[in-house]
Each structure stands twice: as structure tokens, then as C-alpha cells.
């Protein structure tokens, strides 16, 4: 069972997470710049995206936490990457579809992040972690969706400075939606 959700705010979302991203500046810029090199090789991506994941998650959390975290991950490759290969195939088959194939599958994509950070914490299964993510998102779609376009425009941004701005724009957007992924989780077991 859940708590009531405190209504939507992205101002306090943002403001909480801008914190924790001035706090821990320095490691996160490390962290990113090791990301940044080497998430081009293929497969080794994937890890390296779950272990960064994980470090900003211990982050939100108060938890001590090592930049090697970000090599770490592999224990949740093969469901994660499991739940990509769904992702990928329900993106795939939706972006076909004229005219609503786009908006579907844009709102695929926001149905569906979630259960990606769920899979990274718990290795949870692909068919739990789609139903946790599409539940968890229907009770608040308006905050995942205002959330996941924020991030993804703060991301953007850093882009537009030659990339070197995704230094600072990447592990702010990453807090930012991790922080609402965290206002959802319930205690797993």
C-alpha cells in the first residue's frame, strides 16, 4: 500500500533537486564526464546507465555513495535489458501507426520510464515493472508527463553548449526525475 501523494509540484521538485545537485557538483561532474566517454559502447551503455541511476538514486537518498558505483550495475543488465528490448517494441510498433502512431507512442514513453528505474533497483522483472510503472503513472500522469518533458528540456539544453553543457544538464534532469520516481516508490520487498 501507498501514501496519499502530496499534490504536483514541479517548483518544489525542481527546487529539491537544484539542492542536491549543488551539493554534490563535483562528483556529479566527474560522474558525468565518465558517462558521458564511455555510454557510446554498445551494451556497456546499458550498465552504465543503470549504474549512474543508481548513484543519484543513493544521492536522493542521503547515502554515502562511490563515483565506482557507476561500473556496478551488472547485476540488472539481462532484466534491464529485457525491459528495453519491450520498450523498443512497443515504441516500435506504435510509431507506425498513422497519424496517432507519434502521440501513442509518446505517451508509451512516459508509461513506461518508470518501470526502467524500478528494473535498476530491484532487478525487478520486465511484465512487474511495466504493471508497477503503468500503475504508478495513471494514478499521476500529469506530474510524470510535466516531469519527463522537463528532463528531458533541461537535458536538451546542456546539449546545445557543443555537449559539455550536458555535464551540468544530465545528473540535474536525472535528480529531477528520480526525485518524482521517488515520491511513487513503495516499499518494495
Not at 557510446?40 to 563515483?67: D, F, H, K, M, T
Not at 547485476?75 to 496517432?100: E, K, R, S, T
Amino acid at each position: 500500500m501507498t501514501t496519499p501523494l502530496r499534490p504536483f509540484a514541479l517548483s518544489d521538485l525542481f527546487t529539491s533537486s537544484y539542492e542536491l545537485w549543488k551539493q554534490h557538483l563535483g562528483n556529479l561532474l566527474l560522474l558525468s564526464a565518465l558517462f558521458l566517454l564511455l555510454c557510446w559502447i554498445p551494451l556497456l551503455n546499458l550498465a552504465l546507465s543503470a549504474g549512474y541511476i543508481r548513484y543519484i538514486l543513493r544521492l536522493c537518498r542521503n547515502e554515502q555513495v562511490e563515483i565506482g558505483e557507476l561500473f556496478r550495475a551488472w547485476d540488472c543488465f539481462i532484466p534491464l535489458l529485457l525491459y528495453a528490448l519491450l520498450q523498443l517494441v512497443i515504441h516500435f510498433f506504435l510509431g507506425v501507426l498513422p497519424l496517432i502512431g507519434v502521440p501513442l507512442a509518446a505517451a508509451a514513453l512516459i508509461v513506461t520510464v518508470p518501470g526502467t528505474i524500478a528494473v535498476i533497483e530491484n532487478r525487478m522483472d520486465t511484465i512487474t515493472a511495466f504493471k508497477w510503472s503503468l500503475n504508478t503513472v495513471r494514478h499521476d500522469p500529469v506530474g510524470w508527463s510535466v516531469t519527463l518533458v522537463a528532463a528531458a528540456l533541461l537535458f536538451s539544453l546542456g546539449t546545445l553548449f557543443f555537449g559539455l553543457g550536458a555535464l551540468l544538464t544530465l545528473p540535474l534532469a536525472t535528480i529531477l526525475f528520480l526525485n518524482q520516481y521517488l515520491r511513487h516508490q513503495p516499499h518494495w520487498q
